[in-house]
């Protein structure tokens, strides 16, 4: 991939229009310098802002709404989107808004597949999402603040904001958050104290009504081996639905993480 490259504008140039002197043109025999490395890390510092400027639920952003959340000016912008574009990480549409691109899909998917979970997981959550009526999800952590759904079974009836495949989220206080509060804190963050288990039990975690206050949780951790944490497999539904059923879904969340634990082990 071809290094984003953000050219300063005229008034920021000695001449008003670039580093040379007006009407002279480089020596015979040598090239212009490439840009320095650290305006390369810069541009592409702030590329990676605009793209991180959508947020689930968006399917186009117009420029006014990518100023407003990146704090960038519009026409910094347009040259960082129309670098983007050519690599089709964003994809301009006929009403002049713009919309992630092809590319981000398929780094996701080399992604999910450089963790060799792609067999694994969805089948459980699968299977989960039968026993239970429940949806399932798999999370891993995208940072020392968030985490992000690798992988997601529906459940015959969904909340009325359902969880996709890729969605980010911060790693709050619910049962998802926990579990990465407890055996993976981010950066400076002290761990969560790990509840007391009966021997040879996989732990699990229950919550009600902390991201969603209809909402309820439950959810345990995945390990890989040598005991580090590899995701969250997490069920989540209504507290009328899935609260009354906790105690004798529980074991069936933390069999499946379990069993997906064996699975990494082997």
């Given at each position: 991939m071809e290094p984003i490259v953000l050219m300063p504008d005229a008034a920021s140039r000695p001449d008003g229009l670039g580093g040379q002197p007006q009407g002279s043109s480089p020596p015979r025999g040598r090239l212009l310098s490439p840009p320095s490395t650290a305006s390369g890390v810069a541009a592409v510092g702030r590329a990676m802002t605009v793209l991180g400027a959508f947020r689930p639920g968006?399917?186009?952003?117009?420029?006014?709404?990518?100023?407003?959340?990146?704090?960038?000016?519009k026409s910094t912008i347009?040259?960082?989107?129309?670098?983007?574009?050519?690599?089709?990480?964003?994809?301009?549409?006929?009403?002049?808004?713009?919309?992630?691109?092809?590319?981000?899909?398929?780094?996701?998917?080399?992604?999910?597949r450089s963790l060799?979970?792609?067999?694994?997981?969805?089948?459980?959550?699968?299977?989960?999402?039968?026993?239970?009526?429940?949806?399932?999800?798999?999370?891993?952590?995208?940072?020392?603040?968030?985490?992000?759904?690798?992988?997601?079974?529906?459940?015959?009836r969904t909340l009325r904001v359902a969880v996709q495949a890729g969605d980010m989220m911060p790693l709050g206080a619910a049962a998802t958050g926990r579990v990465f509060a407890i055996w993976d804190p981010g950066a400076?963050?002290?761990?969560?104290?790990?509840?007391?288990?009966?021997?040879?039990?996989?732990?699990?975690?229950?919550?009600?009504?902390?991201?969603?206050?209809?909402?309820?949780?439950?959810?345990?951790?995945?390990?890989?081996?040598?005991?580090?944490?590899c995701g969250a497999l997490t069920l989540s539904g209504s507290n009328e639905r899935l609260w009354p059923e906790v105690e004798r879904v529980k074991p069936l969340v933390a069999e499946a993480a379990a069993g997906l634990t064996r699975a990494l082990a082997s």
């Open positions: 968006d399917t186009s952003l117009p420029l006014r709404v990518l100023a407003a959340r990146t704090g960038l000016y347009l040259r960082l989107l129309a670098s983007l574009e050519r690599h089709c990480c964003v994809k301009r549409n006929a009403d002049g808004s713009w919309s992630p691109g092809p590319m981000l899909l398929h780094w996701g998917s080399l992604y999910t060799g979970l792609e067999a694994m997981v969805p089948p459980v959550l699968d299977s989960l999402t039968e026993a239970t009526g429940q949806g399932a999800t798999f999370w891993v952590r995208a940072d020392d603040e968030r985490r992000v759904c690798l992988y997601r079974a529906a459940p015959p400076g963050e002290a761990a969560e104290a790990a509840p007391e288990l009966a021997p040879g039990a996989h732990p699990v975690i229950a919550t009600q009504g902390n991201r969603d206050l209809d909402a309820a949780a439950i959810s345990a951790p995945v390990f890989l081996p040598g005991g580090l944490l």
